[in-house]
C-alpha cells in the first residue's frame, strides 16, 4: 500500500517536472513573477554544475576519473607554468574533469541561447520550452556533460581553454556592468529615502560606505606596491598597478563631474568606489597568476606562515586558494542578482535587452497568482504581452559563466600542453 502511494505522489510530480516553472513552488515559496522563477531555475542549474566541478577537484577523485577511457594515463609527473616543481597526473585529471563538466554546462545553455532568438513574449511555442520541460532540460544537461567525459583529447583541451579566455573575459565585463548596476540602484534608493526625510542619517551611510571602499582600495594597493613589486623587478606587476590606479582616480574625477551630473543626476562616487575596489580584485586576481614566484607571493607566506611543501613531495596546484574563493563568490553573487534584478537603468537594460517592468514580487497580494482552494503558491505569468528579459542573452551569460568559472576553478592553466608533455618520452 505504501508503494502504491509513493508511486500516486511521485506521479503528481510529473506534470509539474513538464510543466512551467510555476508549478515547482512550494508552499513556503513566496508568490513571484514567472520570469523571476524561471530564471533562479537556471541559476540552480549552473550553480549545480559548478558544485559538480568542485567535486572533481576534490582529493580521491582522480582514482575513479582516471577509470575513464581516453584520461590521464601512466603517472610521471608533470610540470605547469607558473608553479615551481612537477605536478603528479592526479592535477591533469582534475583539470580535464573541470573542462568537461564546463563544457558540458555551457554547451547547455549555448543551445537555449540559440533556440530562444527573438522570443518575443510567453505565448511563443518556445517560450513553453524555456519556462518549463524541467525533467528533460536536467537530463539532457546530464547527458552532454556525461557524453563530454567520452570525448577524445586530442586538440580539445587546448582549444576549449582559449575558448575558455574569451568567455570569461566576456563574463568579467558582464559582472562589471552588474556591479555598477547594483551601485547605481543602491545610490538611487539612498539618495530617495535622504530627500525623504532623516538625510543626515542616510548621508553619513552614503558617506561611510563610499569612504570604506576607497580605503579598502587604498590598502589593497600599497599591499600591491609591497609584496607584489620589488626595486629590481617585477616590471609587469609595477605598470599593470600604476595603470589601473591612474584610472581608477580619473573615473572617480568624471563621476563627480557637471556634465556627468547632468546627464546622470544619481551618479556619484558611490558607483565609483565599487568599481575601483573591483578594479583592484582584478589587478591582484591577475598578479596571482605571475609565473615568478617572487613578484607572486603566497597569501600564507604573506601572512607569516609556511608555506612550503615537505622535502620529496611533488607541489601540487591549490585550488581553493584566496583569489579563487573571492571569484567563486563574486560569481555567485552576479548570478543570483542577475536572476532577479529589477533595476530601473535604462542604460543597463538596453545592454542586457531587458525591460524595465522585471522585478522579483509584485507589490501587494496577487490574487491569480494562487491556486483556489489549493494553498499553494504560484507564480504570475507577467510576459504575456512581452518578455522581460532577453530569453537568448540570459542562457548567453549563462554560457559565458560556465567558462568563467571553469577557468577559475583551475586557475587559468591550460592543460593541453601537459598532455602532449606527459605522451613524450622522458
Known sequence: MGAVLGLCSMASWIPCLCGSAPCLLCRCCPSGNNSTVTRLIYAFFLLLGVGIACIMLMPGMEGQLKKIPGFCEGGMGLSIPGVEGHVNCDVLVGYKAVYRVCFGMAMFFLLFSLLMIKVKSSQDP??????????????????????????????????????????????????????????HSWNESWVEKMEEGNSRCWYAALLSVTAVNYLLSLVSLVMFYVYYTHSDGCTENKVFISINMLLCIAASIMSILPQIQESQPRSGLLQSSLVTLYTMYL???????????????????IIGLNSTSPAGQDHVVQWWDAQGIVG??????CVLYSSIRNSSNAQVNKLTLTSDESALI???????????????????????????????????????ASLYIMMTLTNWYSCGPLVEEMRTPG
Not at 142 to 148: C, H, L, Q, R
Not at 368 to 397: C, I, Q, W
Open 328 to 333: 567563486l563568490i563574486l560569481f555567485l553573487m
Open 126 to 183: 518556445r517560450a513553453a520550452l524555456h519556462n518549463g520541460f524541467w525533467f528533460f532540460k536536467f537530463a539532457a544537461a546530464a547527458a552532454i556533460t556525461i557524453g563530454s567525459f567520452f570525448i577524445s583529447e586530442g586538440p580539445f583541451t587546448t582549444v576549449w581553454f582559449y575558448v575558455g579566455m574569451a568567455g570569461a573575459f566576456c563574463f568579467i565585463l558582464i559582472q562589471l556592468v552588474l556591479l555598477i548596476d547594483f551601485a
Open 283 to 301: 589587478t591582484w586576481s591577475a598578479m596571482t597568476n605571475e609565473p615568478d614566484r617572487k613578484c607572486n607571493p603566497s597569501l600564507l607566506g
Open 362 to 400: 509584485e507589490d501587494g497580494p496577487q490574487t491569480d497568482s494562487y491556486e483556489e482552494g489549493s494553498g499553494l503558491n504560484r507564480a504570475v505569468d507577467n510576459e504575456k504581452d512581452g518578455v522581460t528579459y532577453s530569453y537568448s542573452f540570459f542562457h548567453f551569460m549563462l554560457f559565458l
